[in-house]
T-cell receptor
Framework: GQNIDQPTEMTATEGAIVQINCTYQTSGFNGLFWYQQHAGEAPTFLSYNVLDGLEEKGRFSSFLSRSKGYSYLLLKELQMKDSASYLCAVNRDDKIIFGKGTRLHILP | EPEVTQTPSHQVTQMGQEVILRCVPISNHLYFYWYRQILGQKVEFLVSFYNNEISEKSEIFDDQFSVERPDGSNFTLKIRSTKLEDSAMYFC?????????FGPGTRLTVL
């Protein structure tokens, strides 16, 4: 089967750093996506990790450890506009399974 | 910047009616997807499509659902006989094999 776990909600302060974790259990793993979704909008692609390690893209970085079934999304220099849900999704043989998302609240 | 487009943005239909949701993927992408998101819930995978055929589908994607790529640009999702529980946002996405981009979605309301 497949199971994807991420915290339901997190709160952080503007200008700070936050790490959103995602753990998964699945067979046939091909890669892991992170998306940002603002309320009422479509998910926006942030990253796709296939191999172990850290990938950095501006203020956002994503890490993957396939042996541990673990990923995190790191957001630096938080801005108010980063208030959104962050979705972890696993690519399992071209079937994309989403977690329930982490709602991130940014405080001024 | 290229983007995925979807029409219509909103669709209201009566239970039992057929609906067709349309998508225009990014032109050089080869992988296409349909997802749905019921209000307040997580994004759910419906189907993936590659090389003019379905590559994977979920348990949700039963005989009432079908997908088609009728020409070189459009990618459609048909629901033959809608049910109340089909009310959701339906997202199309396309991918080059790595990055996967979502369209803005079609909000389907079944009455």
């Amino acid at each position: 089967g497949q199971n994807i776990d991420q915290p339901t909600e997190m709160t952080a302060t503007e200008g700070a750093i936050v790490q959103i974790n995602c753990t998964y259990q699945t067979s046939g793993f091909n890669g892991l996506f992170w998306y940002q979704q603002h309320a009422g909008e479509a998910p926006t692609f942030l990253s796709y990790n296939v191999l172990d390690g850290l990938e950095e893209k501006g203020r956002f970085s994503s890490f993957l450890s396939r042996s541990k079934g673990y990923s995190y999304l790191l957001l630096k220099e938080l801005q108010m506009k980063d208030s959104a849900s962050y979705l972890c999704a696993v690519n399992r043989d071209d079937k994309i399974i989403f977690g329930k998302g982490t709602r991130l609240h940014i405080l001024p | 910047e290229p983007e995925v487009t979807q029409t219509p943005s909103h669709q209201v239909t009566q239970m039992g009616q057929e609906v067709i949701l349309r998508c225009v993927p990014i032109s050089n992408h080869l992988y296409f997807y349909w997802y749905r998101q019921i209000l307040g819930q997580k994004v759910e995978f419906l189907v993936s499509f590659y090389n003019n055929e379905i590559s994977e589908k979920s348990e949700i994607f039963d005989d009432q659902f079908s997908v088609e790529r009728p020409d070189g640009s459009n990618f459609t999702l048909k629901i033959r006989s809608t049910k109340l529980e089909d009310s959701a946002m339906y997202f199309c996405a396309s991918s080059d094999g790595n990055e996967q981009f979502f369209g803005p979605g079609t909000r389907l309301t079944v009455l």
